[in-house]
């Protein structure tokens, strides 16, 4: 696979050459997860919160863990813009290695502390028993989906989007097939449910992981690591990849441990409450793909134009990304507001649990523009290796903005769901106005990596 041809008039290929497949990629990232909601909803409502709040408490989890692939991602997009392949597949190999080690790490704690998380989250006693089996069964294979992540970030960091695509349209089919099989108990197989769909994840990552690793290994993708880069510690790549990781990683987690607040916000509200916020978060979910997708060419474009010293460049490319980003996520915000009963009743829900389903998509609409502004500035600061900025915002929007103004809204002044609905609205709002203050200042062009 060719190296991007980095020039101004190469720049909207370039875009939509990276950001199509991690669109693609992303979607299908998430229909592991909506297609669980939606296959497993129809056991019941039990089985929908639970699997919500599981698969919540597993994706926060694996995002904080996996924020190493942020740094590795923007170092090796610097080497690669400066033409310096073989520097690249050493802190490949490196991000790699971490990955192990951590999954090695947090695994044991998933399996030991799943049923406390879910307690811990307000979860009703019927939800937690079921969200407790899916929750350590993914978890036991938790080292895999870390492997994946940073394969996927160093790959995006060399320009390769079309492999993560690729491998995880494989993921999503696997998923798909088993999920039918394990749930229901098709043919000679048992009838698990929930933990059926979870054996099914399980399984589908454990296949990417082994795809993914595949290409990396035998140099079948734009670059090549080998078992000795990996297995041979290299301090000074480690150190950088910390040292731009480690503000991510804060970043992840305040953001991650935001929402589950926000999800056990919402808990305290009930179960039906409850079913109707993961229905609504799936829905507006999809609408992420166009900002995270050009978050990540962004990050890339921006990293690489920076390798080869090329600031203008990397100010275009955001700027540009920015416009793409509000036209496609301005476009999901109409369907939001015109479709909402028709997107939630895909996934059969009680009437009660659609009404309330319906409002939270309505509100998603207002924060869309909002959104698309902050993932693509944020994404183009990252790739400049200043994952400071955003952590920044993080802290200050989480503990200021998004959890108290929720909980206002939400519990004190009794609005319910839609409260905390509108709550997260204008906390992206604000994280919106202040990325882009950040940017303008330019803290992003002096940073070393």
């Known amino acids: 696979m060719p190296l991007l041809d980095l020039t101004e008039k190469n720049l909207n290929k370039n875009i939509f050459k ?61 080497h690669i813009g400066a033409k310096e392949k073989e ?40 939800v937690s028993a079921l969200g407790k ?34 491998v995880t349209i494989i993921i999503n089919c696997i998923n798909i097939l088993f999920n039918w099989l394990l749930i229901f108990g098709i043919g000679p197989f048992p009838r698990w449910g929930v933990a059926g769909a ?24 734009i670059l090549r690591i080998s078992i000795r880069q990996i297995i041979q510690f290299h301090f ?14 804060i970043d ?41 997708a050009l978050a990540v060419s962004t990050a890339t474009l921006v990293g690489q134009s920076l390798g080869t010293k090329n600031v203008n460049l990397a100010l275009l490319s955001m700027r540009r990304s ?24 895909i996934f059969k829900p009680e009437p009660s649990v659609l009404s309330l389903a319906v409002v939270c998509v309505m509100i998603a609409a207002l924060e869309q523009p909002a959104l698309a502004i902050y993932m693509v500035y944020s994404g183009g600061l990252r790739g400049a290796g200043d994952t400071i900025s955003p952590m920044i915002i993080t802290i200050v929007g989480t503990l200021c903005f998004h959890v108290p103004i ?23 709002i604000c994280r919106a106005i202040a990325i882009y203050i950040l940017y303008r200042r330019g803290r992003w062009k002096r940073v070393k990596v």
């Open 133 to 166: 089996s899916y929750l350590q069964i993914i978890g036991g294979f938790f080292i895999f989906r870390l492997i994946i992540l940073a394969c996927n970030g160093i790959l995006r960091g060399a320009g390769d989007t079309k492999t993560p695509m690729k």
């Open 252 to 292: 992840a987690f305040l953001t991650q441990i935001g929402f589950l607040i926000f999800a056990k916000i919402v808990a305290i509200l009930g179960t039906i409450p409850l079913a109707a916020h993961q229905i609504a978060i799936r829905i507006e979910s999809i609408s992420f793909m166009p900002g995270f």
């Open 87 to 126: 520097a690249a597949q050493v802190v490949g190999a490196q991000a790699v290695l971490m990955s192990l080690i951590l999954g090695v790490l947090v695994t044991p704690l998933l399996l030991v502390f799943a049923q406390k998380m879910l307690v811990l989250m307000s979860a009703e006693p019927q």
């Open 18 to 78: 990276l950001s199509i497949p991690v669109a693609i990629e992303n979607v299908l990232h998430m229909s592991v997860f909506i297609i669980d909601a939606v296959m497993v909803g129809r056991l019941g409502t039990d089985a929908l919160a639970s699997i919500g709040l599981a698969g919540a408490l597993y994706f926060t989890i694996s995002m904080v863990f996996s924020s190493l692939s942020v740094g590795s991602a923007s170092i090796v997009a610097r």
């Open 198 to 221: 979870a054996w099914a994840t399980a399984i589908a990552y454990t296949i990417g992981t082994v795809l993914l690793c595949t290409k990396l290994f035998t140099g079948r993708c």
């Open 406 to 428: 929720s909980y206002l809204f939400g519990i004190t002044l009794g609005w319910g769901l839609a409260g905390v609905w509108f709550g997260s609205a204008l906390d992206w």
């Open 236 to 249: 000074e790549s480690v150190k950088r990849i910390i040292r731009i990781s480690i503000p991510a990683a």
């Open 322 to 345: 920015c416009y793409f980003a509000m036209a496609l996520m301005g476009f999901f915000a109409f369907i939001f507001l015109i479709f909402p009963a028709q997107m939630a009743t």
